[in-house]
């Protein structure tokens, strides 16, 4: 769980811890915006150097960021792919000729399972990943010899292609830099407290949004209850032969049941508790009461925030260029 | 064959405390069979710990486990079947919530067993068996489990493990939350598993009085430590009792304060209230 | 009148089985009612309307001269408290500072005011240092507690006690009964739901449910010494009080039943 930076507040000093939780969300959606109207490359860098220059003035570790982002590579390397393969416009800039043969073949194979065999063994796994594809890439194109399984093809990379990629995928970046940044400096709760701030106005249309903060600060409160429950059960069941690690499907379907019905039965009875509990203290849904938590806006929001601003105006600037 | 621990200790760390150590250097013998063993120790004394080794639901940080034959280390073994582990000690724990999740007490019961390949048939019968073991009827087949009260959810739980026939079975806390009379009925139930079968049984407890009156072994556990591995009546004349944060049976406490209040010299260790009665009488007679 | 007065409760779940019947008690300030009784004879059940929690068939509430219904329920919540079994399924709060306003923020008390109320109430149940904890930290008998404190912040001074203690291991029961002691002593009225026949012997008067009815409601000491109401309830009588009522009413014995009383009551 520990390795898991995406989403999880991580308690520290700097910048971005002292402001005011709805600053923070408010930017991160103005950047949001920007980024998506940015239209070249060059801006787009310019977009992703500016995430890193804020990471460093807010002190927050990049390798740390990198680190966190290892769980979506893989959703990464896949749209980068994806879109190099689908999109056929524009110049080609990389033209190969490849062949796919019994050989082809064979060596595909070979070069499959050394990777899955070093892959047990060393702990590289993107480093081989990549020199897996290249090697893939090698044989595909120089191993011509023997008989024709398949119609010798050209494998091309177009400009439209590999700049969509390229554009999907530092957007990509720069989206889950700065996610991660606001849920790394914000504590769940003062998140939901901003949240539930801002959608106030959203009680004229009958949105309840203080109920709605309410539900999700409680749900949050029992977060390390649920799986300390979830554990209880499983050794318990486990006692019984349930092992949560072996068995056939219908086993497992079987094990997962009972997993899940004491979850949801314990949580039903939880919830008729603790509404009593709340009732009995006077908790009546949808009247007004003070609180004890509350925000305040000091000098670094307004600066935050104009700056926010400025740069989604000079995003609809550039655009409109 | 039993379990055997060979200076086990277990740790783990966690986010609040760092590196902690449940349990140290434990030396334990348990005989697979006719043991009647009760095992006490304050609140995070490692009891439960201990416990959940019996039957490989946690493998230890150091030293090694036997268990009927299977040695268990720190490192998961691919050639033993921990799963077999667990049909030959059963342990039932304390709250039967985190358990029963069928829709009928018997398809309930029936969920162990038919885990270890019984037949749905057998396992049927095991349920019937089982449940009449605990003290209810077969009416109780049928009815939802968490329809029913507490002490008799209770029961269903043990029943479930006892449908799978193990032979040592460890129970945590089995007499909590009951009233005194099924408090007794339980216990008389484990008592006579353990005299008719011979099934060796270890059960966790607060309750000083029904170790005074059921067991004659007791282990104690404080802070992570073994201290004490003997017989109960051993225990209770220890002076010194406070240091493992345990308190003596109430027979023993009244008839302690009333020699020392009123200056006499009873026989303080009497296991029922009878007896009690019995010396009280006695001590005025002279 | 008394300050807890319950006239004719009578209330059910469905329409055919009552589980309170024609209840009638009076409760005096300042007074420790232990409420025994076996499962399904009505204890929570008498509590929860009390509160306001459930609303009667029929019959009345008053609580200091208010009766219990819509217009009052909202008055009477803040003279009464109540401390439920699951220490885990009654804390709110994110941390034990948020839990303990909890109460205060729905009364719209001002935020300074609960910022010192916490502090004071906090420091009671010697939870001062604790105040940023997570409850996920915390042990059950550390989260009864600040159950009490959250009660006492809203200037509550009736407590009810259901089953508090049950699930609690023994260490941390006794520190709770201890702190309850306190409670009593400053004042409040506290009203304990037990099966625990050791905690029921430092009130003052004991209520002993029934089916649904009052089976009897005693000086402690009187129901103590009819041991029917415990085997009629499923109850036990603690060892020295078993052992008294068993030694004949002669001279001989006179001394040790009396020290056997006083051991009894000694906790």
């Known amino acids: 769980m520990k390795s898991i930076i995406i989403g999880q507040y991580i308690p520290g000093k700097g910048l971005f811890y002292r402001l005011d939780p709805r600053t923070k969300i408010i930017a991160v959606l103005l950047i949001m915006i920007s980024v998506f109207l940015l239209e070249t490359i060059e801006q787009l860098l310019i977009g992703l150097a500016t995430a890193i220059v804020l990471l460093l003035i807010g002190k927050i570790s990049i390798l740390k960021v990198i680190k966190g982002l290892k769980p979506i590579m893989i959703l990464l390397i896949f749209t980068f792919i994806f879109q190099i393969i689908l999109n056929r416009e524009g110049e080609a800039l990389v033209s190969q000729q490849m062949y796919f043969t019994v050989y082809t073949l064979l060596f595909l194979i070979l070069a499959f399972i050394v990777w899955r065999i070093l892959a047990k063994l060393i702990r590289y796994r993107f480093t081989l990943f990549f020199l897996f594809a290249a090697g893939v890439f090698l044989i595909l194109s120089y191993v011509d010899f023997g008989a024709n399984i398949a119609n010798p093809f050209t494998f091309n990379i177009y400009r439209a292609g590999l700049e969509m990629s390229f554009f999907v995928v530092v957007r990509l970046l720069i989206i889950i830099t700065l996610s991660t940044v606001l849920t790394l400096t914000t504590k769940p709760t003062d998140l939901t407290q901003g949240l539930e701030k801002l959608m106030h106005p959203m009680k004229k249309i009958g949105f309840d949004s203080e109920s709605f903060a309410l539900i999700i600060s409680i749900s949050l409160r029992y977060i390390p209850t649920i799986f300390d429950e979830a554990n209880k059960i499983m050794l318990a069941q486990a006692s019984r032969g349930a092992d949560f690690s072996e068995g056939k499907l219908k086993d497992k379907l079987r094990q997962v049941i009972s997993l899940l019905v004491p979850m949801f039965i314990i949580a039903f009875m939880r919830s008729e508790e603790l509404a009593n509990a709340m009732e009995s203290r006077n908790f009546v849904p949808g009247e007004k009461r003070t609180r004890i938590n509350e925000l305040y806006f000091s000098h670094g929001d307004i600066i935050a925030t104009i700056f926010s601003f400025l740069i989604l105006a000079l995003a609809i600037v550039l655009k409109v260029i | ?286 | 009148m008394s300050y807890i007065e319950i006239k004719n409760l009578t209330f059910s779940y469905n329409e055919k089985t009552n589980v309170l019947e024609d209840v009638n008690l009076e409760i005096n300030k300042g007074e420790w009612i232990a409420v025994l009784g076996h499962n399904g004879s009505g204890k929570s059940t008498l509590a929860k309307t009390l509160v306001g929690l459930l609303e009667p068939q029929k019959g009345e509430i008053s609580i200091d001269g208010l009766i219990m219904n819509d217009e009052f329920a909202y008055e009477i919540r803040k003279k009464i408290g109540i401390v439920f079994q699951n220490p885990d399924n009654q804390f709110v709060g994110v941390t034990v500072r948020d839990d303990i306003a909890f109460g205060m923020e729905n009364l719209c008390v001002p935020r300074e005011e609960m910022l010192e109320k916490i502090s004071f109430y906090a420091e009671k149940v010697n939870m001062l240092k604790f105040l940023d904890s997570e409850p996920a930290n915390l042990s059950g008998g550390q989260k009864q507690r600040v159950a009490i404190a959250g009660i006492l912040a809203m200037q509550s001074d009736i407590i009810i006690f259901d089953e508090a203690t049950s699930m609690l291991d023994p260490f941390s029961r006794e520190e709770l009964i201890k702190y309850i002691k306190t409670l009593h002593q400053d004042g409040l009225t506290i009203i304990m739901i037990t099966h625990d026949i050791n905690e029921a012997l430092l009130a003052d008067r004991i209520l002993v449910m029934n089916k649904g009815k009052v089976y009897a409601f005693e000086d402690t000491e009187e129901i103590m010494k009819k041991k029917s109401i415990f085997t009629d309830s499923h109850l036990e009588l603690p060892v020295s009080l078993d052992l008294a009522n068993a030694l004949t009413e002669t001279q001989e014995y006179k001394e040790i039943r009396e020290k056997l009383w006083e051991y009894a009551l000694m906790k």
């Open chain 2, 1 to 286: 064959m039993g379990i055997r621990f060979n200076e086990v200790s277990y740790g783990y760390s966690s986010f609040a405390q760092g590196l902690y150590t449940a349990i140290k250097d434990i030396n334990l013998e348990i005989t697979e069979k006719n043991e009647f063993i009760a095992l006490v120790g304050h609140t995070g004394s490692g009891k439960s710990t201990l416990a959940k080794h019996m039957n490989a639901l946690i493998f230890p940080t150091s030293g090694t486990l036997e268990i009927f034959g299977r040695t268990i280390t720190n490192k998961r073994n691919k050639k033993i079947k921990y799963n077999d582990i667990r049909k030959k000690v059963g342990l039932v724990f304390q709250f039967p919530e985190y358990q029963l999740f069928e829709e009928t007490v018997e398809k309930d019961i029936m969920f162990g067993p038919m885990n270890f390949k019984i037949t749905k048939e057998e396992a049927k019968k095991l349920a019937k068996q089982s449940l009449n073991l605990v003290g209810l009827d077969d009416s109780y087949l049928q009815r939802n489990p968490y329809n029913l009260s507490g002490g008799e959810k209770k029961r269903v739980s043990i029943a479930g493990i006892l449908a799978m026939d193990p032979d040592i079975l460890v129970l945590d806390e089995p007499t909590s939350g009951l009233d005194p009379a099924g408090k007794r009925i339980l216990m008389d139930l484990f008592k006579n598993i353990n005299e008719t079968t011979g099934k060796t049984i270890v059960i966790i407890t607060h309750d000083m009085d029904l170790v005074y009156q059921y067991f004659n072994r007791v282990l104690v556990m404080n802070d992570g430590h073994l201290v004490f591995d003997g017989k109960t009546d051993a225990l209770f004349q220890k002076e010194d009792l406070i240091d493992y944060h345990l308190d003596y049976p109430n027979t023993i406490k009244v008839l302690k304060y009333l020699n020392q209040e009123l200056n006499l010299n009873m026989n303080v260790f009497q296991k029922t209230n009878s007896e009690a009665l019995a010396e009280i009488k006695r001590a005025v007679k002279l």
